[in-house]
T-cell receptor
Framework: DAKTTQPPSMDCAEGRAANLPCNHS???????VYWYRQIHSQGPQYIIH???NNETNEMASLIITEDRKSSTLILPHATLRDTAVYYC?????????????FGTGTLLAVQP | DAGVTQSPTHLIKTRGQQVTLRCSPK?????VSWYQQALGQGPQFIFQ???????QRGNFPDRFSGHQFPNYSSELNVNALLLGDSALYLC??????????????FGSGTRLTVV
């Protein structure tokens, strides 16, 4: 599974868009980009995933660059409840294992 | 619809003791994975159970073992506890073959402290 690099922390004003970057320069053609988040004292929560096209759901949008070497998770209108550690994970859906390999993620602090 | 339920929520054990943690998967899910999360770190994969068998295992010693029951619930057992085993233990459930595509559902974890 490809390695990902994320900034350790970011701040965002409440009501503004939060843009969380992730670098995955060694991503393979069959690997997807997944995002999970972990709010304090809770288990990780699945947010979104994508292969090469931009994706949007009720929680967030995922923008993947054309060369697929980086991506950005966008929370369009951040609230205080979005304060959490956000993990970017790269792996193949049909890989040999189903395990998720978490890094240390990005701590997003939404400020009032 | 209940999500993943883990018990107990907190536990304090002494070095050398044994501990059993329990997990009930989300309704409709048949696969259970266990993760260990040390303070300030991301979760680390321990193992995954499907059809009552261990299907995959991470880089954890044999002191860590598990079991899955016919109702899909699971237990994580840790023998000869070390201080370094202190962590949040997370259980994640999914439907076989689809979890990695549609996302895993995690419980809130069991906080284990070894003294």
């Amino acid at each position: 599974d490809a390695k990902t690099t994320q900034p350790p922390s970011m701040d965002c004003a409440e009501g503004r868009a939060a843009n969380l970057p992730c670098n995955h320069s060694t991503i393979s053609g069959n690997e997807y980009v997944y995002w999970y988040r972990q709010i304090h004292s809770q288990g990780p929560q699945y947010i979104i995933h994508g292969l090469k096209n931009n994706e949007t759901n009720e929680m967030a949008s995922l923008i993947i660059t054309e060369d697929r070497k980086s991506s950005t998770l966008i929370l369009p209108h951040a609230t205080l409840r979005d304060t959490a550690v956000y993990y970017c994970i790269v792996r193949a859906i049909n890989g040999a294992t189903n395990k998720l390999i978490f890094g240390t993620g990005t701590l997003l602090a939404v400020q009032p | 619809d209940a999500g993943v339920t883990q018990s107990p929520t907190h536990l304090i054990k002494t070095r050398g003791q044994q501990v059993t943690l329990r997990c009930s998967p989300k309704s409709g899910h048949d696969t259970v994975s266990w993760y260990q999360q040390a303070l300030g770190q991301g979760p680390q994969f321990i193992f995954q159970y499907y059809e009552e068998e261990e299907r995959q295992r991470g880089n954890f010693p044999d002191r860590f073992s598990g079991h899955q029951f016919p109702n899909y619930s699971s237990e994580l057992n840790v023998n000869a506890l070390l201080l370094g085993d202190s962590a949040l233990y997370l259980c994640a459930s999914s439907l076989a073959g689809l979890g990695i595509k549609y996302g895993y559902t995690f419980g809130s974890g069991t906080r284990l402290t070894v003294v």
